[in-house]
């Protein structure tokens, strides 16, 4: 069959996969290919099982994959072929040098650019699909546009806004796209070229077109606005806890204002993920690096907020618990981010499992989906740390749950059961503010949420 363009992915990861596969199922006018550096990744991806967990994922595969839909480790001919490259790398935070801690690490970034300018003999259209810092285009345009043989590259910014858990959903019915480009004569036809991929099935009004440095800065500031919301109701859980009151009803009766709205008000042990503290960081550092350091010293008390938040929840199972957990026996409830994904990635349950390791407790950890990167997360620890499937059977003679997914598999346990069969007093640390905490109190336990007064009975 003829297709109407070349589309290549680098990168298939949580966003250059999925992404890929909708495209690919919507426009079956475009030959889709994404390419990834890391072989045993694409042989997943076209196998039946994918490397990644999304509700949906395994049909959106299903339609496109053979047919407009291709994955390869033929990085150099696939650029060859390609008229539309994403750029779907990881960008993540500086280890070393400069800006270690802080800064994006680019170095996968370039390699993909050079590499493609190495492998094209006519001009393209390169999308960034990464999370990038504002002004990055600006650098992609450099080392493309800088060669001897006057090939012309058009760097667009298409920032993806999907959330892990939702991915498919979010692709196929997203609140918006955005595009940005040069508003060169060049830069536009670019910019429509990718308008006309995403009009194939998201409404004309939601595809927002703007200048290319504003999408790259939007794509940050959104990220940082989503977890600035949830270290404020988390700030504010703290207050509840001193107060006898509710963080639910407070923020309830908060997110009813039209003007606040009730999404990201839901409080936790913290956020994690592998971007909110990235993407925030990488903002700190650019506020830094233009000298604004009144703004970098706002976002970065987003971050300082979630890890205090962390902390705190060790602290209060410590404080609760006789201010010891040596040689006791906690189950931990859920290992990945957040919900309906295997992604550990950030995970505040990493910090949490290690806190208490560090006061000797013995954790078993129990996860339906996340249970292999958990054991790669911690596969330094050598004592005191075990993995279990059933979550009956990981609260077995344990002191205490402590809930750090929010997998509504842990809504409908049997909890009377499981009070029966863990040592007295048993404890619940509700990490994720999902459980009926009355309930359990009244079965026998002793009950500590986030935001919300302990139910104890001593
Ligand atoms: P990921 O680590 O899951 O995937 C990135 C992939 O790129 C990996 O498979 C890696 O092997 C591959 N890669 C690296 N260098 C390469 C090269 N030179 N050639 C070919 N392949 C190469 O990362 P991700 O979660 O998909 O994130 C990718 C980008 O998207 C990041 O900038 C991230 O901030 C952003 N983002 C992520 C999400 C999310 O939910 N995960 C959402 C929106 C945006
Ligand atoms: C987030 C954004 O929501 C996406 O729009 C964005 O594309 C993506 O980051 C990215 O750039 O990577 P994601 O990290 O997949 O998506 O998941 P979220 O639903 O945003 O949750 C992030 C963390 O915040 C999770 O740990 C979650 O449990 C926590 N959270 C979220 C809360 O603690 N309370 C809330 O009310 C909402």
């Not at 705190?312 to 906690?330: D, E, Q, W, Y």
Request: hydrophobic share 40%; glycine share 6%.
């Amino acid at each position: 069959m003829d297709f109407k363009k070349n589309i290549l992915c680098i990168g298939a990861g949580y966003v250059g996969g999925p992404t890929m596969a909708v495209i690919a199922a919507k426009c079956p006018q475009y030959k889709v290919t994404v390419v990834d550096i890391d072989e045993k990744k694409i042989h997943q991806w076209r196998s039946e099982n994918l490397p990644i967990y999304e509700p949906g994922l395994d049909d959106i595969v299903k339609i496109a994959r053979n047919r407009n839909l291709f994955f390869s480790t033929e990085i150099d001919e696939s650029i060859r072929e390609a008229d539309i490259i994403f750029v779907s790398v990881n960008t993540p935070t500086k280890t070393f040098g400069q800006g270690a801690g802080m800064a994006a690490d680019l170095q996968y970034w370039e390699k993909t650019a050079r590499q493609i300018l190495a492998n094209s003999d006519k001009g393209k259209i390169i999308v960034e699909k990464s999370t990038i810092p504002v002004r990055t285009a600006r650098a992609m345009e450099r080392i493309l546009n800088g060669d001897q043989r006057k090939i012309s590259f058009e760097v667009v910014s298409n920032p993806e806004f999907l959330s892990e858990g939702t991915a498919v959903k979010d692709l196929e019915d997203p609140d918006r796209v955005l595009i940005g480009s040069r508003e060169t004569e060049k830069g536009i036809k670019a910019r429509k070229e990718i308008v006309e991929i995403y009009a194939s099935w998201v409404p004309r009004e939601k595809i927002i077109e703007s200048n290319v440095w504003s999408s790259e800065l939007s794509k940050l500031t959104a990220n940082a606005f989503l977890a600035q919301r949830v270290s404020s109701i988390n700030s504010i859980s703290a207050l509840c806890e001193k107060t006898e009151a509710d963080i639910d009803e407070v923020a309830y009766a908060v997110g009813t204002d039209s003007r606040i709205g009730n999404k990201f008000l839901k409080a936790s042990v913290g956020f994690g993920g592998s971007c909110f503290k990235k993407d925030i960081l990488n903002l700190v550092y650019i506020c830094q690096n233009y000298g604004l350091y009144e703004v970098a010293d706002y976002w970065e008390s987003v971050v300082k907020i979630n890890e205090w938040q962390e902390s705190r929840f060790v602290r209060n199972i410590l404080a609760s618990m006789f201010n010891t957990v040596a040689g006791k026996k906690i189950a931990v409830f859920g290992f990945a981010f957040k919900a309906n994904t295997g992604d550990t990635r950030e995970s505040p349950a990493i910090y949490v499992t290690r806190g208490l390791l560090e006061e000797r407790a013995l954790v078993v950890i129990t996860d339906p989906k996340a249970l292999e990167n958990a054991k790669k997360d911690l596969k330094d620890i050598k004592e005191g740390l075990g993995f279990e499937e059933d979550p009956y059977k990981a609260a077995e003679g344990s002191h205490a749950i402590a809930v750090l997914t929010e997998w509504d598999l842990y809504k409908d346990l049997d909890y009377e059961r499981i009070f029966q069969s863990m040592v007295r007093p048993a404890f619940i640390f509700d990490g994720r503010n999902i459980l009926d905490h009355k309930r359990l109190f009244d079965i026998g336990f002793n009950v500590f949420a986030i935001g919300k007064s302990p139910l104890k009975h001593f």
